[in-house]
């Protein structure tokens, strides 16, 4: 088991950037896929961007292509999601999630609801972008 722990969220205006941080603490060897996620009130849960740790392959939901980067920083077992453009529409909570699956690369990930190979989530960030 590992735990996910999210920071970096806020209120931005229309256009503006956030980094958002995930730290994945415990045994994470077996941990590849790891991924943002964000649910809006009165939403599901969807897939905003993968990035696996073995190596560094991503996937990006197509709502957020060119405006939204994950990366990762294995060392310290980081994830980020770097947002720039933001736009009202990406209000909501965005969760931090994991896969414990050591051959699970990313595949799916930006359905909804989320793949249930994603077994370990953080509490999860608020990000608010004002008009």
């Known amino acids: 088991q590992v735990q996910l722990v999210e920071s970096g969220g806020g209120l931005v205006q229309s256009g503006g950037s956030l980094r958002l941080s995930c730290v994945v603490s415990?045994?994470?060897?077996?941990?590849?896929?790891r991924a943002w996620f964000r649910q809006a009130p009165g939403k599901e849960r969807e897939g905003v961007a993968c990035?696996?740790?073995?190596?560094?392959?991503?996937d990006y939901a197509e709502f957020v292509k060119g405006r939204f980067t994950i990366s990762r920083d294995n060392a310290k077992n980081t994830v980020y999601l770097h947002m720039n453009n933001l736009k009202p529409e990406d209000t909501g909570v965005y969760y931090c999630?994991?896969?414990?699956?050591?051959?699970?690369?990313?595949?799916?990930?930006?359905?909804?609801?989320?793949?249930?190979?994603?077994?370990?989530w953080g509490q999860g960030t608020q990000v608010t972008v004002s008009s």
């Open positions: 415990g045994f994470t060897l077996d941990y590849n896929a």
């Open positions: 999630g994991a896969s414990s699956e050591p051959m699970y690369y990313c595949e799916g990930a930006m359905g909804v609801p989320p793949p249930p190979d994603f077994d370990s």
């Open positions: 990035i696996n740790r073995a190596d560094g392959s991503t």
